[in-house]
């Protein structure tokens, strides 16, 4: 190596010193008084060298200069110690007093070329400690054109020549020497060299913001990372890239840098290991006494190696602000999954501190946007465990959960959580986003009153909340449509218009009051206010809704040809509503007797809409239509291929209307045949595993039995069962399993479908159905409460679907089993007012009216409503005998048992009552 080759040349070079000196002869060269001769000196100095005592072979070189350096008989000896004595000064470390002493070494004129060499690096390190930069380039420079290419100090050198660059700031022309040089150290074999080179060269370019080429620097070191010893300045520089990448929004190059930063204890670990074998090497060298000046450079690499390491220790948070990085990153690509994934892995490990208390709030974001409710709820349950409620965003992070379970649907976990929003935070500015949001969540679980309640409280509650103001009052409308309360919809929703005239829900506004008009059935204003609408608000999600509208009220007023022009207009990427008005048009033609029309209708549709759930019904009604023209066949043979074609698809509920009309298509003995074949269908499916056609063709061949072996039938559905899919079969299917269950006595079975039913289909019309069969199951539970929210739910709907009178009888009975039998008289009342209700649920209703007047020592009263039992509703013959008994109860406890005898004998008179008990009680009170 050079320092062992020049060292090697120093050292003979006493000798020769020494023989110079015995040449002249003794006398000449001793002192007076017995000091030492020349030749003491240089041998003292030998051996202090010799034993890398630099302090007192320097005492002993430049008292030799001193005592004889004007001698011309030494001066041979004088020009070869000269540059000992600089040796001894770098040694020493007196690079100012060694930086002028080489220069005075330089000169001499015989001095040898490797000694020359080993002076030359020195001049440019005391340069270099002086702080002469400029000077140490043209000193390193030097070494590097004249140094043989074998020696490795030659590589050194220009990593020091380099460096002078950068501590000058020239960056550019740092920047073009080290990419010069990298491949070149490379291709001799310097690899550790050319590392440090590179890292060089990335500070560089990181100071000129070349982030570019710093990446691609960056990529190309990853490749060779065991190769840098100092790994920690390297990983730190790769930090700092990724970093200013991501500040510059350039989140791809920030990821792909920062995957590269490896965590705060590998890295020390790492640079221990290197540390350590580094050590290993300086101690190795200075045992074999050859390379002092090899271990003085590596000794400047271990006091660099040394201060990182010292800094790197005490860097806190260094990993948390890294992942802090990463996910900054994703987050900047939207990309909330990657995000959330690294801070969750990241909260898990890392003690409590600012940055993860920040890292925590961003993470129940990042879980928000992915739509991973539960994850959200977990992350703020987790956050509020950890830093508590008086944490600095405990209120938002509070308010979040709340938004979680609100877009997870669970509207009740929702609404209890901004109610402790609102009780624990009423400082918070998220205070007024929680109120309102509960009045969202009441709409959402269809407590319309309280929905409205809170909306019209919001903007006197919080008054400076402008944004919520409006909110509130566009809200207020929806609840009342949603309540079917369209006329107070529509003086909001005009009111709302007029006063915010550029509001963020104005074309909304404007389509409700459309729809508004149109439910009020004021059909012309509706169309004139949905035109206008649909012009003036194209891109709005609700214009094909609007054209939907536009073509009911058309026909409503039989204006066929301008409803179906509105239909055609639905675009075909609001598949619901375009599927709604293609089937109105058709029911239009239908109905206008346009059969071939109404064909090539549903045939353009089929061929169109390939993928459509809704593509069984238009096949049924093609065979419908070869059915009205006689074709019992071919229609038989159109519903059976429709069936095998779509019949396993559960996203296409309309496969059942293909099933109800074939069925219509089979009478009399035919019937047979027809559940013969369904059992057939079954069994192939159930060996394809075709499992929705198997319990579609349970369900057909149970209809088939329901009117010759209807105990069968209802076993059959029961079957279904274990085989239904909630979240993909019909709802159809599902209530027809769960009232078979109610007819089987197995009622709890039965709320378990019905529960699926209203989770999985909550718009279905069979919910109604549902909802009371909950209701009841609730009811023999004697749980009255939630029996009472499922008929109200009913009630307020009032699809239509079910019978209205059944269900309020059972609300009243419900209330007056909360002990409100004031509201239970009122629920009756209205019953016995609504015009459409049946003439027994009228009957039962006066009943129980009178029972419950009586009861309330309102006899008069209760009178009256017996009375009318038998007088209006005489169809129900057990019912009229024992209004007529009560009612004489009632008049032998007032005292008119004369009354109460007449009222007797007028029963009995009526024969078709004598099959009832009461008819033989009022027998024995006429005989006593």
């Known amino acids: 190596m050079v320092a062992h080759g020049a060292q090697t040349g120093l050292i003979p070079l006493v000798t020769i010193i020494a023989c110079l000196v015995l040449a002249l002869g003794h006398s000449s060269l001793r002192a007076q008084d017995g000091p030492m001769t020349a030749l003491e000196r240089l041998q003292a100095g030998q051996a202090a060298y010799s034993k890398r005592d630099y302090a ?16 011309e008989e030494a001066a041979a000896a004088v020009a070869s110690v000269k540059p000992l004595v600089a040796i001894c000064l770098i040694r020493t470390r007196a690079f100012d007093a060694a930086r002028a002493s080489i220069s005075e070494a330089l000169t001499i004129a015989e001095i040898d070329r490797s000694i020359k060499l080993e002076l030359l690096f020195w001049k440019g390190v005391c340069e270099l400690q002086a702080s002469a930069h400029a000077e140490a380039q043209v000193t390193f420079g030097t070494y590097f054109k004249e140094a043989p290419p074998h020696d490795p100090r030659r590589w050194e050198a220009a990593v020091l020549f380099g460096t002078g660059y950068t501590l000058q700031e020239q960056y550019p022309e740092a920047i073009a020497f080290f990419d010069a040089r990298v491949n070149e150290a490379d291709s001799q074999g310097m690899h550790e060299v050319s590392a440090r080179l590179m890292t060089l060269q990335l500070h560089a370019l990181l100071q000129t913001e070349q982030f570019d080429d710093a990446l691609a620097l960056t990529l190309r070191a990853s490749e060779r990372f065991e190769q840098f010893v100092q790994i920690i300045g390297l990983q730190s520089l790769i930090l700092e890239l990724g970093s200013r990448l991501l500040d510059a929004e350039r989140h791809y190059e920030a990821i792909r840098c920062l995957h590269y930063v490896w965590p705060h204890e590998r890295l020390l670990s790492l640079q221990q290991s290197r540390t350590e074998k580094l050590q290993k090497r300086i101690r190795t060298l200075k045992a074999r006494g050859q390379a002092d000046a090899l271990v003085f450079q590596l000794d400047g690499i271990l006091t660099r190696i040394t201060r990182e390491v010292e800094h790197f220790s005490k860097v806190e948070d260094y990993d948390a602000a890294v992942r802090m990085r990463l996910a900054r990153a994703y987050l900047g690509l939207q990309r909330y999954r990657e995000a959330g994934l690294i801070m969750e892995s990241m909260l898990g490990e890392m003690e409590t501190t600012p940055i993860v208390e920040s890292a925590s709030v961003t993470l129940i974001q990042c879980w928000l946007q992915e739509s991973h409710w539960e994850r959200a709820v977990s992350a703020a349950d987790l956050y509020l465990q950890r830093f508590g409620d008086e944490a600095p965003s405990a209120a938002t992070v509070l308010f979040m959960k709340g938004q979680a379970w609100q877009s997870a649907r669970r509207y009740e976990e929702a609404l209890a959580v901004f109610e402790t929003c609102l009780s624990q935070y009423a400082k918070s500015p998220m205070t007024p986003n929680a109120a309102f949001m509960r009045g969202i969540c009441h709409l959402q679980l269809e407590h319309y009153p309280e929905a409205i309640a809170i909306f019209r409280e919001v903007p006197i509650a919080y008054p400076k909340a402008n944004s919520l103001a409006e909110s509130a009052r566009y809200w207020e409308g929806m609840a009342h449509s949603f309540a079917s309360d369209h006329q107070q919809c529509l003086e909001i929703m005009r009111a709302y218009l007029k006063a915010y005239p550029e509001g963020y829900y104005h074309a909304d506004a404007a389509f409700r009051v459309g729809f508004s008009l149109h439910a009020l059935a004021d059909y012309d204003n509706a169309i004139a206010t949905l035109r206008t609408f649909v012009r003036d608000n194209a891109s709005s999600a609700y214009v094909d809704e609007a054209r939907l509208l536009l073509g009911d009220g058309h026909l409503a007023l039989g204006e066929l040809e301008p409803g179906m022009a509105a239909y055609a207009q639905i675009s075909t990427e609001s598949v619901k509503f375009y599927e709604e008005g293609a089937f109105k048009t058709g029911k239009a033609l239908r109905m206008s007797e346009r059969f071939d029309e109404m064909r090539k209708h549903f045939e353009g549709f089929i061929d169109n809409q390939t993928d459509s759930a809704r593509l069984p019904k238009a096949l049924h009604w093609l065979a419908w239509l070869q059915q009205r023209e006689g074709n019992l066949d071919g229609a038989r043979e159109s519903y059976w291929e429709a069936i095998d074609a779509h019949g396993d698809d559960s996203s296409k509920p309309t496969v059942l209307d293909l099933i109800i009309g074939l069925e219509k298509l089979y009478t009399g003995d035919d019937r047979e045949n027809l559940a013969s074949a369904w059992a057939d269908r079954r069994a192939k499916a159930l060996k394809d595993e075709q499992a929705t056609l198997a319990v579609r063709a349970l369900w057909a061949h149970a209809r088939v039995l329901q009117r010759t072996q209807p105990i069968q039938a209802t076993v059959m559905m029961t079957e279904m069962v274990p ?12 209530v027809d399993a769960a009232v078979a269950l109610e007819r089987m006595d197995a009622p709890a079975r039965a709320s378990d479908v019905f529960r699926d039913l209203v989770k999985w289909h909550p718009l279905a019309l069979e919910r109604d159905r549902a909802e009371i069969g909950l209701a009841r199951e609730a009811m023999r539970k004697e749980d009255y409460t939630a029996a009472l929210g499922h008929f109200e739910y009913v009630e307020s709907r009032g699809s239509g679907t079910v019978r209205l009178g059944e269900i309020l009888l059972d609300k009243a009975h419900c209330q007056e ?10 629920t009756l009342e209205a019953l016995l007012a609504e015009k459409a209700i049946s003439a027994e649920a009228k009957a039962k209703a006066l009943m129980q009216c009178g029972r419950w007047l009586a009861e309330a020592d309102d006899e008069k009263k209760a009178l009256v409503y017996f009375e009318r039992v038998y007088l209006v509703y005489g169809r129900d013959t057990a019912l009229v005998a024992t209004a007529y008994w009560s009612r004489g109860q009632l008049l032998e406890q007032l005292g008119e048992r ?10 009995v008179s009526r024969e078709e009552l004598r099959e009832h008990p009461e008819y033989a009680l009022a027998q024995q009170r006429l005989q006593s």
């Open 898 to 907: 004369e009354k109460a005898r007449e009222l007797y004998h007028e029963m």
């Open 817 to 826: 089993a909360l002990g409100d039998r004031e509201a239970a008289l009122s």
């Open 723 to 734: 085989e239904l899919n909630p979240e993909q079969h019909s709802a159809r299917l599902l």
């Open 56 to 71: 007192a072979a320097l005492e002993q070189f430049e008292q030799f200069l001193a005592d004889f350096g004007d001698s």
